[in-house]
């Protein structure tokens, strides 16, 4: 099996930020990590704030982690960890609970990828059978971690949208925006007067 070639190329993402572009690239050297930057301090900054990682442990704890989960064949690949490291960036972490789940929903899509590609590759019906069982479980941890980090995003505000509404004879209805914290339910002011039960 062959893989495409790869070459340099600018980001096609119109509405692509430059402090993404502007962060260096991960390379891979004799089982070493190279942040190529001409200052290795910058370098290091750089792309950690792009991570959102903290420091420079937690940057360098990440980017051995996302090389762990690189591996074709147990060698670490520079085109998978480049691919991991980009799309890590455009996620765009904010603090370290993002970064460390952005990493892990960037590992699940590689492993769902390669569970893909053997389920493609196979006749076996056992085989096809355990792999989908497999590619169906990484893709339900994906939507998992990708409500959990819309969640944690939004500060765990959820929208409720309700579309209907019927009202019976005698009945009364409340219209206005509402907040439920624990077991109260406040209504904006102004907007209407609280029903009570």
């Avoid at 991960?26 to 089982?31: A, E, I, P, T």
């Avoid at 509402?178 to 102004?190: L, S």
Wanted: proline residues 5%.
């Amino acid at each position: 099996m062959t893989s495409p070639t790869h070459t340099e190329m600018m980001p096609v993402a119109a509405g692509t930020p430059a402090a993404i572009i502007a962060t260096p690239k991960v390379k891979l050297r004799r089982s070493r990590l190279v942040i190529e930057h001409p200052d290795t301090r910058a370098g290091e900054k750089l792309l950690a704030d792009a991570l959102g990682a903290v420091d420079r442990d937690a940057l360098h704890g990440l980017l051995s982690q996302l090389v762990k989960a690189s591996a074709v064949a147990r060698k670490p690949d520079q085109g998978n960890l480049s691919f991991m490291v980009s799309m890590l960036k455009s996620m765009t972490p904010k603090d370290s609970l993002e970064a460390m789940l952005a990493t892990q929903m960037v590992s699940i899509h590689i492993a769902s990828m390669r569970c893909a590609c053997r389920l493609a590759c196979t006749d076996d019906v056992p085989q096809q059978e355990s792999l989908t069982r497999t590619l169906t479980r990484l893709a339900r941890t994906y939507a998992a971690q990708m409500e959990a980090l819309n969640r944690h995003r939004s500060s765990g505000a959820c929208a409720i949208t309700v579309q209907n509404l019927s009202v019976q004879d005698g009945g009364k209805a409340v219209v206005g925006h509402f907040t439920q914290h624990a077991n109260v339910i406040a209504a904006q002011p102004g907007l209407a007067d609280a029903v009570t039960a």
